[in-house]
């Protein structure tokens, strides 16, 4: 079903067939809740028949929002010969972005990367969907949790801060409309030999909610 | 008997409807039994729509006969208009308007925008 942005200018290209060749038609294309009820519309499109299928352009400018039934009707010498209403609405909309989780939190395993600090650094990973109908700047803020064995009772999420500071993960990313990106973090395990073993747990929020929280390690 | 050409309007009509054809006709002497046809076809043989016979009275002078004719449901398509007159049965005139009559048709396809 066709979605477009309220005002914008849209064409609608018919191919029309009219004969016999040589007569004077006009084509309107026009958006409504009914045949007599005309929101916006091509008004009368000229062209000389020819017998055989040609392409109309036919321009509109979209209304306000909404669903609107879209008609077509044809006239040959001033004489109604197609009156046609699309099987497809068109739907009126202002677009907007909008993100979904298209996985979730996945844990690519331990790495240790040549970077500052001590511990076992985890990658994590999320894939973050624009479902919406123009591009959009998703943020994350992923979390983390550590649970030290006899602290248990310390253990709380806070955001995982260190990922500006390696500059390897964006925080932001602009998504296309349809497109799929892969936001991903990194966690660094604090590593305390007597108090082992540690587990860690990361969720992650966004804009397109709250996801998680998962253990990792 | 040779047709000739009778001048007329360049009409478009709609599909199946119903128009009067009105021929300004001169029949003599007065008091003959006459009968005419106008009808739309491709062909003289081929009858797409027509008026039927229809009966009058000549006078000797122009008569304004009226011959009612349901156009052709099958549009997209240019008649010819043909127009016989008949005198106590005898076929007196047989006439090809210069213009055809147009019943046009449409159809469309996919939209795209």
Request: charged share 15%; glycine share 8%.
């Amino acid at each position: 079903m066709p979605q477009f942005a309220p005002s914008v200018p849209k064409t609608a290209v018919a191919p029309i067939t009219i004969s016999p060749a040589g007569l004077n038609c006009e084509a309107e294309l026009f958006l409504g809740p009914d045949d007599q009820t005309k929101v916006a519309t091509s008004g009368p499109v000229s062209f000389i028949s020819t017998g055989a299928e040609r392409s109309v352009n036919l321009p509109v400018t979209m209304p306000v929002e909404g669903n609107y039934h879209v008609y077509l009707d044809v006239y040959a010498e001033d004489i109604l010969v197609a009156a046609y209403q699309a099987i497809e609405d068109v739907i009126v909309e202002v677009p907007v972005a909008e993100f979904a989780y298209v996985s979730g939190i996945r844990s690519l395993g331990t790495f240790f990367p040549s970077l500052p600090g001590d511990g076992e650094w985890y990658k994590v990973q999320v894939d973050i969907k624009n479902i919406g109908t123009i591009a959009g700047i998703c943020s994350i803020g992923p979390e983390e949790m550590q649970v030290l064995r006899g602290y248990e009772d310390q253990a709380h999420f806070q955001p995982v801060n260190s990922l500006e500071a390696y500059g390897q993960i964006p925080f932001s990313q602009t998504i296309q409309p349809g497109q799929t990106l892969t936001f991903e973090w990194w966690i660094v395990r604090i590593t305390v030999p007597f108090v082992q073993p540690v587990h860690v747990y990361t969720k992650v929020t966004s804009q397109a909610g709250s996801l998680g929280p998962v253990q990792i390690a | 008997m040779e047709r000739q050409m009778l001048q007329m309007d360049d009409p478009v009509f709609p599909p199946s409807e119903s128009k009067t054809a009105k021929a300004p006709i001169t029949v003599s002497p007065a008091g003959l039994s006459c009968q005419a046809e106008l009808f739309l076809g491709t062909s003289p043989t081929n009858k797409a729509a027509t008026s039927g016979l229809i009966p009058f009275t000549s006078t000797g002078a122009q008569q304004l006969i009226s011959l009612p004719v349901t156009m052709p449901a099958a549009g997209g398509v240019a008649y010819h208009v043909y127009l016989d007159v008949y005198a106590e049965g005898y076929l007196l005139l047989a006439y090809l308007a210069t213009e055809d009559v147009i019943i046009p048709s449409g159809s469309v396809g996919l939209i795209t925008w």
